[in-house]
């Protein structure tokens, strides 16, 4: 049993290292440098959102209530800014493209979850 949950998170991360790829060959601005360091990229971003986004979102929730919950996607952007600030290989230009960005790779990253998995 514990093989078969190791293999399972495997892959599924390849599966999201895949989506960070396919998403930085759909928006111009949002650069990875290979494979490889697009699945270093989708285990930080995992991180980063296992993390810093329940922090983020509690500092930020009076705007978030306010522009009804839209103020989240400005959120993922934050995250995936971060993680491009710390990870060589991996680059966003703007903060609209992070924005994006973060909309594009969970719904790339929802279709491929759902197809291959």
Not at 24 to 35: A, N, Q, W
Not at 77 to 88: F, N, S, T, V, Y
């Amino acid at each position: 049993m514990q093989n078969y949950e190791g293999s399972h998170f495997i892959l599924h991360w390849l599966v999201s290292g895949l989506a960070v790829l396919l998403t930085s060959k759909l928006l111009r601005g949002f650069e990875i440098k290979g494979f490889f360091t697009a699945c270093i990229a989708a285990l930080f971003i995992g991180l980063a959102n296992a993390l810093l986004w329940p922090i983020l979102f509690f500092l930020t929730l009076p705007i978030t209530v306010v522009t009804l919950g839209l103020f989240t996607f400005v959120i993922n952007g934050m995250i995936l800014k971060i993680c491009a600030a710390l990870l060589p290989g991996f680059k966003i230009d703007g903060w609209f493209t992070a924005i994006f960005g973060s909309i594009a790779l969970a719904l790339v990253g929802l279709v491929l979850h759902a197809v291959l998995i």
